[in-house]
């Protein structure tokens, strides 16, 4: 009996307690719920964590943007994209999308628009068509170009195919040009480097032209071009391709002047 009468006790004084407990925790909810409700209206302490949330916030968002821009040499197109990391450089003989030109000893002396043409891949390697049966890559035939086109990649019309990207669609074009020269006899006139380089373009569909179109590019409208709107390969390239020409034509008023 002494020992229901300690448990019956206990288990009473067991209940008042968790029903104090009760009641303290009712009553210090309003206060909790209070003092989060002043954070969100008035809290400084809450104003200066939130402030550094946006701060932080805008550094993520400045730091997706600089590794956007970062990625700002390539270039998209139909979901690919096309590194732009080779540079033109003149000592190494590199010209990415471009069209090169060479003086041609003594010809480009007389007619300074004539001369020996090549066509650079997107890592800017030179392939020209040198003699019978032979287009080399890289190794130009009379050494560094002297004039240059830049070309713009996107404005090739050809068929992508699948999973190609633009950088390898303008590369597959140029070696589809090469294994087809490199089957062909060289001639002087009527089959020569312009003639592979105007294949080339042809291939490609360069700017919507092509020989279903409009007859395509030919020998006359790249020497006109060139002619033209070609870039001199630095001072190196500008002496090399005109002062043969300018000292031809003041030697002979020279001459004639003379006698």
């Known amino acids: ?40 209206t008035g809290g400084a302490d809450y104003r200066v964590a939130n402030r550094g949330n946006n701060e932080l916030q805008m550094e993520q968002e400045l730091g997706q943007n600089r590794q956007t821009r970062s990625i700002s040499t390539s270039e998209q197109d139909t979901g690919q994209i096309l590194t732009n990391e080779i540079k033109t450089d003149y000592r190494r003989n590199r010209f990415p999308y471009s069209v090169v030109f060479q003086p041609l000893p003594p010809l480009t002396w007389l007619l300074p628009f ?7 891949d997107s890592h ?8 019978p049966y032979t287009v080399r890559e890289d190794t130009m035939m009379l050494g560094r170009a002297t004039r240059y086109i830049p070309l713009d990649p996107h404005k090739v019309h050809a068929k992508l195919l699948h999973g190609e ?3 390898q669609r303008w590369d597959r074009c140029i070696a589809d040009g090469d294994d087809e020269f490199s ?4 001639l002087i006139i009527c089959q020569n480097c312009n ?24 020998c006359l409208a790249l020497w006109i071009w060139v002619f033209f709107l070609g870039r001199f390969a630095g001072t190196r390239g500008f002496a090399l391709t005109t002062a043969p020409f300018i000292v031809a034509v003041g030697g002979y008023w020279l001459v004639r002047g003379i006698t």
Not at 114 to 120: D, K, L, T, W, Y
Not at 183 to 186: E, I, L, V, Y
Not at 198 to 213: D, F, H, V
């Open 1 to 40: 009996r002494v020992l229901n009468k300690m448990s019956a006790e206990s288990a009473v004084t067991h209940a008042k307690t968790t029903h104090q407990n009760l009641e303290n925790d009712i009553h210090s909810q309003p206060n909790n719920s209070h003092t989060a409700m002043n954070y969100p």
């Open 114 to 120: 004539i001369g020996h043409m090549g066509i650079c």
């Open 124 to 131: 800017g390697r030179v392939h020209d068509f040198q003699g």
């Open 165 to 167: 990207t633009v950088q």
């Open 183 to 186: 089957a062909k006899m060289h």
């Open 195 to 218: 003639h592979h380089v105007a294949r080339c373009l042809n291939l490609m569909e360069y700017a919507g032209i092509s020989t279903r179109s409009c007859g395509g590019f030919g």
